[in-house]
């Protein structure tokens, strides 16, 4: 990521927390708005084309969008493109990253991190799930509606659109890593980090309090935890929170012992 893209990143944030009016529909409307991008070199170029006035890449926004989305996501939209961005892809994931924070401000009480987590894992239980909703080649309005078929009454709507929504969007990233890039979003828009937590049992409620305040204390912010239980790991636990893998299992220091045996 690009320092243009950083800052205006910052920027485009700071423009969506200070809009009125942030709904469902809002965020639904500034998907579809990433995907229009995506779908068209030229409109893309036109919006992340540095030499081109920001009145002009205004201009390009107001009648595009301005007659048929809600005033919100007008104004979302237009903060983006007076901003500069490093590329035309950038100013896309952007968008839909501010469409991914909007659904958070909307459903402040949902567990977006938790049900997305539980879309993550079962999409990597079913690998052809995951290759008809991850093909370039599938109908985009297909893959949505197949989302929306698999989540009725499993997830809630918040969930159900960002996840129907992002594989709509032309793109060569797997399914999985963009609902892990989605979950980490949701937790920065709501003011905290996610850990996953690999453990051989189910942690009991004193055990993931006190796992919680461990972490939040490290890392200064406050933390949610998504447990996976995996037998394999036999004792112990594993925590990948960010870029940091903290591995305390047993597994992990029998692979150690039996690799400096083998030294």
Do not use: C
């Not at 243009?4 to 485009?12: E, F, G, P």
């Not at 052809?128 to 080649?137: C, K």
């Not at 189910?202 to 055990?207: D, K, R």
């Amino acid at each position: 990521m690009g320092s243009a893209t950083t800052q205006a990143l910052a920027a485009t944030t700071t423009a969506l927390d200070a809009a009125t009016g942030v709904d469902l529909d809002v965020a639904r409307e500034l998907f579809a708005a990433a995907r229009v991008l995506g779908e068209s070199s030229q409109l893309s170029g036109a919006l992340s084309d540095a030499a081109a006035s920001t009145a002009a890449r205004e201009k390009v926004v107001a009648d595009v969008f301005g007659r048929a989305f809600h005033p919100a996501s007008v104004a979302v939209l237009t903060a983006a493109a007076q901003q500069r961005w490093s590329s035309s892809a950038d100013l896309i994931a952007g968008i839909e990253e501010l469409a991914i924070r909007a659904t958070a401000t909307a459903a402040p009480r949902i567990d977006l991190d938790g049900e997305l987590f539980g879309v993550s894992r079962n999409v990597a239980a079913n690998p052809e799930l995951e290759l008809a909703l991850g093909s370039r080649l599938g109908d985009a309005g297909a893959k949505g509606a197949l989302v929306e078929k698999l989540l009725a009454g499993r997830a809630s709507e918040a969930t159900t659109l960002i996840v129907s929504q992002l594989v709509q969007q032309p793109r060569d990233r797997r399914v999985r890593a963009l609902l892990s890039r989605a979950l980490r979003i949701v937790a920065d828009q709501r003011g905290r980090t996610v850990a996953t937590v690999v453990t051989a049992a189910a942690l009991s409620e004193a055990q993931a309090t006190r796992l919680q305040a461990s972490l939040a204390k490290r890392y200064g912010t406050e933390v949610s935890l998504n447990v996976v239980v995996d037998p394999t790991v036999v004792g112990g636990v594993r925590v990948e929170i960010g870029d940091d893998v903290i591995d305390a299992t047993v597994s992990s220091r029998l692979n150690d012992l039996r690799q400096r045996l083998a030294g």
